[in-house]
């Protein structure tokens, strides 16, 4: 008897129809990875089976060990050991580790909390996960991957035997991701089974027995993940072959525009340490130069300098074509063309409620401005041609943006920072969390832009992505510039060969 049966399972938000008859089948101990675009519905169907949508709101059956689910929330679901990870996480960080295992099903004796008793059971829930921690250490203080292996310990706790994790590798460093899916084979062998969700299709790959593609709500295929190589995976999911996913096209480079640094910048907490020391480099007109470096190495605190946004103590004198220049905060920089799109969506990225639309033109509003009046003829053109270009996927502009998937949120947030006609770029992470398709289309603008003759800067964890569309790759490691390398025929190896080899050799001498 198969562990889940979901049965023609629908789902629509008013005019939208997120997902259009779906079965999905699981056994006990099997890992089934959920294949689809941005917007397809992965996340619909998955708060659909952990109980987030209760039945009455969607259509179709779910069977749980031969039992038909009727659940009224989250609650019902994970008394029946199915528990969800979500897409953003949702630990309380002003907590302990302890009272986030616990909230809200702190074990009692007596009608008393048992203090000593939950202290135990919250080191063996962390043992479990390989977090050696102390229980009582804040949730503020742990890395994300750590807080996502303490959402697992806390899923473990409600005794799952059904993990849903929505995206949980997008946010770690490789390492964290590698020791997570270890977790997940750990946890199977245990007899847990999970559905996992990511773009990551080397991860999808190496971890599921069974694949499971949607497109537009539709199931396309499940198939057992040996039969299928990534390119079959990408086929299914967008409905036609990418062939190149790096549309690399020959663009002029230009005159130098921007002269970096010496850029230094000191910890927030901790006024002793830097985290960028002395960096400079130079970008010219349409280059896009890659930065790439291990998570921690500075990269973003480099960026958020130059777009004088980064939040501690820091000094980063830049001349801008030839004319030396400070920012005392980012509208200067903004003013004079520098835009950066940053890395953390939900902290500097949308404003939830209000449209998508809104959140487009948010920056850009003084320029759709006429004598002192919003010309909305000019403003909806704006928008209308912002969710064009990026294939945003919403049913409407006015739309709140926390309503749409986490991917065209990301989109969204793009378009937004095009309006602002840059001159020069800077983009953290631009296509995490955004299916192989759209990353194309995003990787094919970024051509287009430098064709345009604007500077790109490109911070990316993925080394793929950095050698498939980078002119020059700028290294960093432990807040310095390890090195500036031309991107013909460099490889992965070569740049964390750079950042590595001479930190042996820093340590030798
Ligand atoms: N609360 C909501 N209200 C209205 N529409 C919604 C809501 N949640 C999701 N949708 C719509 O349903 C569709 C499916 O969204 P979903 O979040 O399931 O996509 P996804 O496959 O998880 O995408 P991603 O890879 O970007 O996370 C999208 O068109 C989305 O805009
Ligand atoms: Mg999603």
């Given at each position: 008897m198969a562990l889940l049966e979901m049965r023609r399972i629908n789902k629509t938000f008013g005019q939208v129809?997120?997902?259009?008859?779906i079965d999905l089948q699981l056994q006990t101990g099997e890992v089934l990875s959920l294949c689809g675009e941005n917007g397809s519905g992965k996340s619909t169907l998955m708060k659909i089976l952990s109980g987030?949508?209760?039945?009455?709101?969607?259509?179709g059956e779910i069977w749980l060990a031969g039992e038909r689910i009727r659940a009224r929330g989250l609650r019902d679901m994970e008394a029946l050991g199915v528990v969800m990870i979500h897409q953003e996480l949702t630990l309380?960080?002003?907590?302990?580790i302890q009272d986030n295992l616990f909230l809200g099903c702190e074990p009692h004796q007596h009608g008393v909390l048992n203090e000593a008793r939950m202290y135990q059971r919250a080191c063996q829930l962390l043992q479990r996960v390989h977090l050696?921690?102390?229980?009582?250490?804040?949730?503020?203080?742990?890395g994300v991957g750590q807080q996502q292996l303490v959402e697992i310990a806390k899923a473990l706790g409600k005794e799952a035997r059904l993990l849903i994790l929505d995206e949980?590798?997008?946010?770690?460093?490789e390492r964290e991701a590698q020791l997570l899916l270890g977790l997940i084979g750990e946890l199977r062998q245990q007899g847990v089974s999970c559905i996992f969700i990511s773009h990551k299709l080397s991860e999808v790959k190496a971890i599921s027995d069974l694949i499971c593609v949607i497109r537009d709500g539709v199931h396309i295929a499940t198939r057992e993940?040996?039969?299928?190589?990534s390119d079959d995976i990408v086929t299914l999911m967008?409905?036609?072959?990418?062939?190149?996913?790096f549309p690399r096209e020959p663009h002029a480079i230009g005159d130098v525009v921007l002269e970096v640094g010496p850029v230094t910048a000191w910890d927030r907490q901790r006024p002793?340490?830097?985290?960028?020391?002395n960096v400079s480099f130079s970008v010219r007109e349409g280059e896009i130069v890659g930065i790439a470096g291990?998570?921690?190495?500075?990269r973003t605190e480099l960026m958020e300098c130059l777009f004088a946004s980064y939040e501690g103590r820091y000094q980063c004198p830049l001349r801008l074509r030839g004319q030396a220049l400070q920012f005392r905060d980012n509208r200067q920089a903004l003013a004079q063309g520098i835009v950066m799109v940053p890395e953390d969506r939900k902290r500097h990225g949308i404003?939830?409620?209000?449209?998508v639309g809104d959140n487009i033109t948010l920056a850009a509003l003084p320029t759709l401005r006429r004598h002192g009046l919003l010309c909305e003829a000019s403003e909806t053109v704006a928008i209308n041609d912002g969710i064009r270009r990026l294939r945003v996927?919403?049913?409407?502009?006015?739309?709140?943006?926390?309503?749409?998937?986490g991917g065209n949120q990301q989109k969204a947030i793009l378009a937004r920072c095009l309006m602002l006609h840059p001159r020069i770029l800077i983009l953290d992470?631009?296509?995490?969390?955004?299916d192989v398709g759209a990353k194309y289309e995003i990787y094919k603008l970024i051509y287009e832009l430098a064709r345009q003759g604007i500077a790109i800067l490109m911070v990316s964890s993925e080394l793929p992505e950095v050698l498939g569309i980078s002119d020059r790759v700028l290294v960093m490691h432990n807040g310095q510039l390890k090195g500036d390398l031309p991107?013909?025929?460099?490889?992965q190896e070569a740049i964390m060969g750079c950042a590595l080899r001479q930190e042996e050799a820093s340590h030798a001498g």
């Open positions: 129809k997120a997902l259009d008859g987030v949508y209760p039945s009455g709101d969607y259509e309380v960080k002003q907590l302990s050696d921690i102390d229980p009582d250490t804040l949730v503020a203080d742990l949980p590798t997008a946010p770690l460093t993940a040996r039969q299928l190589s967008v409905g036609r072959e990418i062939r190149q996913l002793g340490v830097q985290r960028v020391q291990l998570v921690g190495s500075g404003v939830p409620i209000l449209g996927k919403t049913a409407a502009a006015s739309l709140p943006i926390s309503q749409l998937s992470e631009p296509t995490r969390g955004i991107n013909d025929g460099l490889t």
